[in-house]
């Protein structure tokens, strides 16, 4: 017959102190103490860029290239198949980063946006929060934009990447470049309070590699943060899958499925490397990552991009240019494994974000557009805090309105610039994915509760109106146009 035996009390509490400093010392040794923990959550923002819906493996992956990372990355918190943005780079990156449609920012692709804005990384910089941007900013104006509208004059304390877009590697090795007489691009470097400065030209090769440059500096920045016990912002906007798409050398040539696989084998890397550093630094459950693409798939050949199911490219507002990849862990706080057809705008990170952090940040000087999805996304709540979209084109005129499961179009256009009358067509996305059969005859309830929508808008323009394109700095909106 067995005994039973009692450990006596000094004992057992040396035994309990031998086995806690055991735990201890197998922790990693960068993780945070219990302390740092009840913190404000750190966010890691992944922006890819003209990365269609069919390029990755759970979205279908038309192409049939190895997206492992991001895959399992999905399946970890909740992936969007309904998340949407706004129509091309300049103008979706002002609505990412100002919680605004980016008709009110003003954003306009020479310009970007005014100093006005209130970008994420401005209203977190109060709260203690570091905040960097390696990759693409692509927000400042094209001629003016150092020392005036770079990301250190936005909320970021660095920065490192391209202050344009990704086509401009290109320009060394167009006809007629002469390094004598005409300026090449360059990938920059800077911080808060001091002007940036180059590091190297931006061309054929050193475009294959900014993304890995990118995620590395990223990784460093992560770890000298969580040393530290400061909470962090870390926007990273990689350059892939934009023309150019020329992938770094460790997987040109390795997928067999042409350069966007390629491409998308090395996002899908260096997707892997964040996420590996996140979990060996302890932080999961301290960090929300969120993993988009600034606009639908890439249009231009030989570089043309899938948009799956959808139809259309980005640069129009067919769901293939507008429906994106969307997904968001919070380990701990969003439930795992969580798929959702609801409306998500990319306005609605900002509020949300605000929500994450407990603290009032989002600005009340100006009419905001994107809504609290936290308790959507956390499943306290069964549907999305909205039930439509507007989409808009270069002219800032409403082109589209998504409301529920339909899609009115003012001016339908498949390919940019290229109208197909009759102009005004209604669609059921659910039934008609592909926007291909007009029903707006058999259901006119459908657009006259949809003229309403962009009705509501307009009037709340006339009260606060748009910032101008182009409108310079410093900027300050008409006397009577602000919220009290």
């Not at 780079?89 to 609505?95: I, K, L, T």
């Not at 590996?276 to 570089?303: C, F, H, M, Q, Y």
């Not at 609605?348 to 557009?369: M, S, Y």
Request: hydrophobic fraction near 40%; proline fraction near 7%; aromatic fraction near 10%.
């Amino acid at each position: 017959m067995a005994t039973s035996y009692t450990i006596p009390p000094r004992r057992l509490s040396a035994w309990f102190a031998c086995v806690f400093a055991l735990l201890c010392a197998m922790q990693p040794a960068t993780e945070v103490s219990a302390a740092a923990r009840k913190r404000q959550p750190n966010i890691v923002l992944i922006l890819t860029d003209n990365l269609g819906w069919g390029e990755i493996g759970v979205y279908g992956g038309v192409r049939g290239a190895p997206t492992p990372r991001i895959d399992q990355f999905a399946s970890q918190g909740m992936r969007l198949n309904n998340f949407n943005v706004e129509y091309s780079c300049v103008v979706s990156r002002a609505a990412l980063l100002t919680g605004r449609y980016a008709v009110r920012t003003g954003a306009a692709q020479p310009t970007g946006i005014t100093l006005w804005e209130v970008t994420l990384a401005e209203a977190l910089k109060p709260l203690g929060y570091a905040t960097a941007h390696y990759g693409k900013w692509h927000l400042g104006g094209e001629k003016d934009w150092r020392g005036k509208r770079e990301p250190t004059n936005q909320g970021f304390d660095e920065w490192f990447g391209i202050a344009q877009t990704s086509n401009e590697a290109q320009t060394t090795t167009m006809p007629g470049f002469d390094p004598a007489k005409d300026e090449a691009p360059y990938i920059w470097e800077g911080k808060a309070g001091e002007p940036a400065s180059k590091v190297k030209v931006f061309d054929l090769e050193s475009r294959r590699t900014l993304d890995r440059e990118a995620t590395q500096r990223s990784v460093a920045f992560m770890e000298r943060n969580t040393r530290a016990g400061t909470p962090f912002f870390l926007y990273l906007p990689l350059t892939q899958i934009h023309f150019p798409t020329l992938t770094h050398p460790d997987f040109a040539g390795k997928t067999g499925a042409g350069d966007i696989g390629d491409a998308m084998a090395d996002v899908d890397y260096n997707t892997g490397l964040v996420l590996d550093s996140i979990r060996k630094l302890g932080i999961e459950r301290d960090t929300i990552v969120i993993w988009i693409s600034d606009n639908g798939a890439e249009a231009r050949r030989p570089w043309r991009g899938t948009a799956g199911p959808w139809t259309g490219f980005y640069n129009t507002v067919m769901e293939g240019g507008v429906r994106t990849p969307g997904m968001i862990r919070w380990t701990g706080r969003i439930p795992a494994g969580q798929v959702s057809n609801e409306i998500v705008h990319e306005l609605d990170l900002f509020p949300t974000l605000a929500a994450a952090v407990g603290a009032d940040i989002v600005p009340k000087d100006r009419p905001i557009d994107g809504v609290n999805q936290l308790p959507f996304l956390e499943g306290r709540t069964a549907r999305s805090a909205r039930d439509n979209v507007l989409f808009w084109t270069t002219n800032t005129l409403v082109r589209a309105v998504k409301w529920r499961d339909w899609k009115l179009h003012y001016e339908f256009q498949v390919e940019r610039g290229v109208s197909i009358p009759p102009a005004l067509r209604l669609f059921n996305l659910r039934s008609d994915p592909k926007e291909e059969t007009d029903v707006k005859d058999f259901n006119p309830g459908v657009k006259i509760h949809i003229d309403g929508i962009v009705a509501d808008f307009m009037a709340s323009t006339q009260r606060f109106p748009n910032v101008p394109q182009g409108a310079p700095d410093p900027y300050l909106p008409p006397a009577g146009a602000v919220l009290r």
